[in-house]
């Protein structure tokens, strides 16, 4: 079979040419932004993904799992079989409630926490609460972030620094020490980074420097708690199409324009990423740490 190029016919189901190619509409919310408000809606596998058992009977805990990458992420355990702990931001509560409902019609335990991650004493509190209600810990998903672009290191200022460190660094090391309390053997922690860790853009120089910081993290754990049986990787996206870069993490001529320069031509829907955090998790990638994955529509540069 051909098509109208005379190209091989595409592959069935394909969801490469199925979701939206830039010009995008501007548009702009304030930090943290939600999901339900974006101009198209993100797909984060809500009619989508399809879970097979392999993460029956698992316990996680995802950070920023209200929208976007952390959304997709919880949609797909609760499918593999998990029962699934979100972190978000209090002003992020009606993103939340649709992920509580879809996780909860998977028929697995769902558990919401609201709280701000900068502060030491809730992340304590957090995974606390998250292993006692849902009854253990097995999997940590390291992935609420702050992305907020400033032109100049001159309009960068110590509060910026601050938040960004605070919320990308500081609050995983938190979390992640409070954890390994409850984390048995066979424990996977995944990290979200960003190639943000590797190309920097001169608009993002701490936000930048946070996802390096992720990075080595993730190294250097992984070598800590190997003996322990428990396995540390971080996944690295390119651009996708979350709220963050709609409430203050890019200017708006870049968010029209979000995705042109990936080779596949258009940003990727937290749906497109949501598999490599199943697969990280899984036992099936019991010999796997220490290690990154990127997903950025085809640079090959990682
Ligand atoms: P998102 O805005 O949907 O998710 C980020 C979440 O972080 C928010 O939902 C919020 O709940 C949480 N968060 C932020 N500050 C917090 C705080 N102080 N306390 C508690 N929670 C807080 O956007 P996303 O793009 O899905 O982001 C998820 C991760 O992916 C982030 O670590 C981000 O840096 C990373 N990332 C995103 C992209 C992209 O293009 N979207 C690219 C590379 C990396
Ligand atoms: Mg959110």
Known sequence: MSNSHGKPAAVNQTQTDAYPVPPFEGQK??????????????????????????????????????????????IAYAREGADVAINYLPAEEPDAREVIDLIKAEGRKAVAIPGDITEENFCLKLVKQA??????????????????????????????????????????????????DYLPRGASIINTTSVQAYIPSEILLDYAQTKAAIVAFTKSLAKQLGPDGIRVNAVAPGPYWTALQVSGGQPQEKIKEFGASAPLGRPGQPAEIASLYVTFASQESSYTSGQVWCSDGGTGTL
């Open 131 to 180: 292993h006692q209600e849902l009854g253990g810990l097995d999997i940590l998903v390291n992935n609420a972030g702050r992305q907020q672009f400033r032109e100049s290191i001159k309009d960068l200022t110590t509060e910026d620094f601050d938040a960004t460190f605070k919320t990308n660094v500081y609050a995983m090391f938190w979390i992640t020490k409070a954890a390994l």
């Open 29 to 74: 919310q304030p930090f943290p932004g939600l999901a339900s408000k974006m101009l198209p809606r993100p797909d984060h596998g809500e009619t989508s993904y399809k879970g097979s058992g392999r993460l029956a009977g698992r316990k996680a805990l995802i950070t920023g799992g209200d929208s976007g990458i952390g959304r997709a992420v919880a």
